[in-house]
């Protein structure tokens, strides 16, 4: 397996346009996250679903963030409009159900610069 | 929520010596504890994990100690190796059989090892 897939590696835009970031998890995995990191605030938790359906979103940090996952292989995280507190590396991370294995498996992170 | 606190923020060794690191969980509910390693460029991986019914776990030259009493787990690496330096990630989660595996991340350790 390629393990989870993120797209774009990076990401510039200017402020006020709209970013999409893409995320294709690990055949099998029933569960997927969005992180946000930065230097100030560390590894952060947006939103998790459970098979496609999204089960914590209080990690979301306001109504300029949303995100959706159409099917078991496919979310995307956007941002509309983007500001330049916005720059981050964005992790897609996905794990197998409880009761089999807990690891979660990160992506290798887009990297989004706000202008 | 939980809490995570991660101490030191930066750790400097010697190839060869030891490291500590050390985290603090605010939930008494949380009972699994996984730990982090994300080399530059790339997302984190897991390392180790120790769920509450274990005191400590080893694997090689890591090791991870948990105190449920005092709400801390340490990860201990012996035998630096230049390869080992990283930004470590500690973590806590509360994971009911029925939930999903929400993960609460400490703010990381960024380890170098002098050659």
């Known amino acids: 397996d390629a393990g989870v897939i993120q797209s774009p590696r990076h990401e510039v835009t200017e402020m006020g346009q709209e970013v999409t970031l893409r995320c294709k998890p690990i055949s099998g995995h029933d569960y997927l996250f969005w992180y946000r990191q930065t230097m100030m605030r560390g590894l952060e938790l947006l939103i998790y679903?459970?098979?496609?359906?999204?089960?914590?979103d209080s990690g979301m940090p306001e109504d300029r963030f949303s995100a959706k996952m159409p099917n078991a292989s496919f979310s995307t995280l956007k941002i509309q409009p983007s500001e330049p507190r916005d720059s981050a590396v964005y992790f897609c991370?996905?794990?197998?159900?409880?009761?089999?294995?807990?690891?979660?498996?990160f992506g290798p992170g887009t990297r989004l610069t706000v202008l | 929520g939980e809490n995570v606190e991660q101490h030191p923020s930066t750790l400097s060794v010697q190839e060869g010596d030891s490291a500590v690191i050390k985290c603090t969980y605010s939930d008494s509910a949380s009972n699994y504890f996984p730990w982090y390693k994300q080399e530059l460029g790339k997302g984190p991986q897991l390392i180790i994990d120790?769920?509450?019914?274990?005191g400590e776990k080893k694997d090689q030259r890591i090791a991870v100690t948990l105190n449920k009493t005092a709400k801390h787990f340490s990860l201990h690496i012996t035998e630096t190796q230049p390869e080992d330096s990283a930004v470590y990630f500690c973590a806590a989660s509360f994971r009911p059989e029925a939930a999903g595996n929400k993960l609460t991340f400490g703010g990381g350790t960024r380890v170098l090892v002098k050659p």
């Open positions: 120790i769920r509450s019914n274990v």
């Open positions: 991370a996905s794990s197998f159900r409880p009761g089999s294995d807990n690891e979660q498996f």
């Open positions: 679903f459970n098979n496609n359906v999204p089960i914590d």
